[in-house]
């Protein structure tokens, strides 16, 4: 998909600022001529009106000028304040301004700048094409997308922050404009308009999961991000299986790459059944593998398998309909009766479906084929409502 961002910089969230207590700063506001709009900057960390907006105000092809003395040490956030306010905020007219005490904050291995973000578009989430901003739904606070540094993905896999055992990342936790950190904090609030500080020491290495714990807005909106720790293992410290890649869904890594190519592919009319199957594959491991196992062969009198499932081959509209739908009661895969429930998977759209259900057809000796987003919808409308019973 696509989106207008508006931005200060020309990304998302703006430049990172820094400044130390006691500067004197002198603030230049450039709005280029080819903006449609007037924008202006309010810094949480400026004493004075606004923090700054009204003295900034700065129509397209202005420049706008005024100093402000930095008076308290923390961090802040910045956003554009004009009329609409939310639109502009909202567009991802945001970022953080740092003011570092006199002698500067003590030395770190690594310093990262992450900034969640709301966005409200005409379409659902993670559908395809240029999505207006939708007013609407933002006045209702409704985002379809919760986002770090403004887009799915920007902190995972192979954008994952890095770092390396025994670092210090910025323990202690520090809300926005607080001079004294907390320690031992393992989840922060973060107020909207606010930020935090957060430093830590790196002990042993694999990935850790950063999210909204608003757990759908990580989970279904997009909040989530890596940090990705190399490194010896501290057996004593910990010991163990890295990391449940199930888990994390398709988020989980390198192969949101061929979930993406395959949307892109999609839109310019280019989708190849290769396409299909590599973005297949990823969802399948992101959503059925769990129950179905990573090699299709299920769980013997739990899970039913799709490899080589006489169920599966026999009839594809009515297995669009148990993805679509789900299925409860008795069903014969292979010979095997099975009477349990597959919940319905109400997130997976007509794509991601249709690309899952051809990854299975051309795995594990089943068939081959083809489905499409178009098959998956017909089905979709074709029942809209109830859950597929089986027949067997
Ligand atoms: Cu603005």
């Keep these: 998909m696509s989106y207008t961002f508006w931005t200060f910089r020309g990304t998302v969230p703006g430049s990172f600022i820094r400044v130390r207590q006691g500067d004197t700063v002198e603030f230049h506001l450039k709005n280029h001529p080819s903006s449609k ?5 309010d810094l949480h960390g400026v004493t004075g009106p606004g923090g700054g907006a009204a003295s900034s105000f700065t129509a397209p092809g202005h420049e706008s ?22 639109m502009h905020v909202a567009n991802g007219m945001y970022g953080l301004i740092l003011v570092e005490p006199p002698q500067g904050l003590p030395k770190v291995d690594h310093e990262y700048y992450v900034m969640q973000g709301d966005f409200y ?12 901003f939708d007013m609407e739904k933002a006045i209702d606070e409704r985002p379809t997308y919760v986002l770090f540094n403004g887009a799915e993905g920007s902190l995972t896999g192979d954008k994952a922050l890095k770092a390396r055992t025994n670092e210090t990342v910025r323990h202690r936790v520090q809300q926005e404009g607080g001079t004294h ?6 989840t922060t609030l973060i107020p ?3 930020a935090s500080i957060v430093e830590f020491h790196t002990e042993v290495p694999g990935n850790y999961i950063m999210v909204d ?10 909040a989530l991000a890596i940090l990705k720790v190399d490194g010896v293992d501290d057996k004593p410290v910990y010991s163990g299986k890295e990391l449940d890649a199930v888990y994390l869904g398709d988020r989980a890594g390198a192969n949101l790459a ?7 592919a999609s839109a310019s009319g280019t989708l190849s059944v290769q396409d299909q199957v590599q973005a297949g594959q990823a969802l399948f491991a992101g959503t059925c593998s769990v129950c179905h196992q990573g090699n299709g062969a299920g769980l013997p009198g739990v899970f ?19 993805v679509l739908r789900g299925l409860s009661g008795k069903v014969t895969v292979n010979g095997q009766e099975y009477n349990s429930v597959m919940p319905q998977m109400t997130q997976l759209n007509d794509d991601e479906i249709a690309n899952i259900l051809t990854y299975v057809l051309n795995s594990w000796d089943n068939p081959g084929g083809r489905i499409s987003a178009d098959d998956v919808k017909k089905v979709r409308l074709d029942a809209p409502t109830g859950k597929t019973v089986a027949s067997h």
């Design 37 to 41: 709009m007037p924008h202006n900057i």
């Design 192 to 194: 909207a308009g606010g």
């Design 181 to 186: 950190p907390q320690e031992n904090v393992q």
């Design 258 to 264: 061929a979930v993406t190519k395959a949307t892109e």
């Design 213 to 222: 714990h608003s757990i759908f807005r990580a989970f279904n909106k997009g």
């Design 121 to 132: 578009t005409g379409g659902k989430y993670r559908e395809k094409g240029r999505q207006p």
């Design 65 to 86: 000028q005024f100093t402000f003395k930095a008076l308290n040490e923390g961090i802040y956030v910045y956003h554009c304040a004009t009329a609409p306010v939310g």
């Design 304 to 322: 039913p398998p799709l490899a080589k499932s006489d169920y599966l081959a026999a009839d594809m509209k009515r297995a669009i309909g148990v």
